[in-house]
Structures are given as C-alpha cells and as structure tokens.
C-alpha cells in the first residue's frame, strides 16, 4: 500500500497528507472507510458492494486489491493528469491503473470524447479488429459501397452543456468518407 501512494505522489504533487484530508471530506470515500472498518458490507453504497469482499483500509485510504479509491474531490484533477498529452481513452486508463472510483471509465471517455484536440486527431478512435484483419479485408473489397464502416464519434461539447455526435461513414472500396452531425447517437433516430 506504501508502495501505491508512493508511485501516485510521484506522478503527481499531492501529497499522502492532502489525500488524506480529502478523504476526510468526502461523505462516501468517508461511509466507505467507516463500512469496512466495521466490517459492515451492507452499509456500503450501492456501486461498491458488487467488490465488498476486496475492500480494505490501509493508512488510513479505501483499497481495492492494489488501487486506491479517489474522493470525488479529486476526481477532475486525476482526469486531468491523465489526459495530460491528449492521450486518448486507451492511454488515459492505462494512466489510472493504480486508482478507482465509481463511474471512472465513463468519466475518463466523457473527458477524451469532450477535447477538441483529441477528437481532432482521431484519439478517440479505436477499431475492434487488428490492422492485418482489416487490411486483409480492405483486399478484398473492389466495389463501391460494398462495405461500409459506420461510427459514432463524441458527445463533443459545442456549448457548456450542449453535446453533439458526428456519425462517420467510410466506403471501404473508394475510401470516401463522409461525416453528418447529429444531436444523439442511436441508430433509429439518426
């Protein structure tokens, strides 16, 4: 446990002290700790009972095996050393590893899927297949319209509290992209 809050001050300039304190602020980081000090799961909240059994306290800080549970006071600023370089949804968790708290990953696509910069540079991105799958069905496609890759990109934050998606649309054959802006991404509305 040492070593964990060892790594994470050298990535970045809290202190074990101000992690700490913040804790202590936090109601649920605090209902957390006091459950599983008094080996009581089912005062846990709801999203931490699933994984009550790998829950422990150690100096004073909620475990989860070997990750460290966050208070929500720092949540923004671990998105942010994470995001760092615009790294992207991938490397952003990878980043992370070390840490939890509830929502984490949906945060950390929210906080990729809402950078300009990231969306600009295709971060967000990521295809399912490996580059020689699709490479070797890129091969085999010769006509038009025959295959066409679709995917939803964002919600990308135009305004404070406005979001929109970007369908992208791909002719595999001719490599024609087109893109149409729509204001959700399910598939029946669009």
Request: glycine share 4%.
């Amino acid at each position: 446990m040492l070593q964990l809050v060892i790594q994470l001050t050298k990535r970045s300039d809290i202190s074990y002290r101000k992690l700490l304190e913040e804790v202590d602020k936090d109601p649920e980081a605090m209902l957390v700790r006091q459950a599983i000090l008094e080996d009581k799961p089912e005062l846990l909240p709801p999203w931490f009972k699933r994984f009550s059994a790998d829950l422990t306290v150690k100096i004073g800080l909620v475990c989860q095996g070997d990750k460290l549970l966050i208070p929500k006071s720092l949540h923004d600023w671990i998105l942010q050393i994470a995001h760092g370089d615009h790294a992207g949804q991938i490397k952003m968790k990878e980043t992370v590893d070390m840490v939890f708290w509830p929502n984490q990953s949906k945060d950390i696509e929210e906080k990729a899927a809402s950078c300009i910069t990231c969306f600009e540079s295709d971060k967000n991105l990521k295809s399912i297949l490996p580059v020689s799958e699709i490479n070797r069905e890129k091969n085999q496609i010769t006509q038009p319209g025959k295959t066409i890759q679709l995917d939803f990109v964002g919600p990308v934050v135009t305004n404070p509290g406005r979001k929109m998606f970007v369908l992208m649309a791909n002719d595999w054959a001719s490599i024609w992209p087109k893109a149409i802006i729509s204001k959700n991404r399910y598939y029946q509305l669009v």
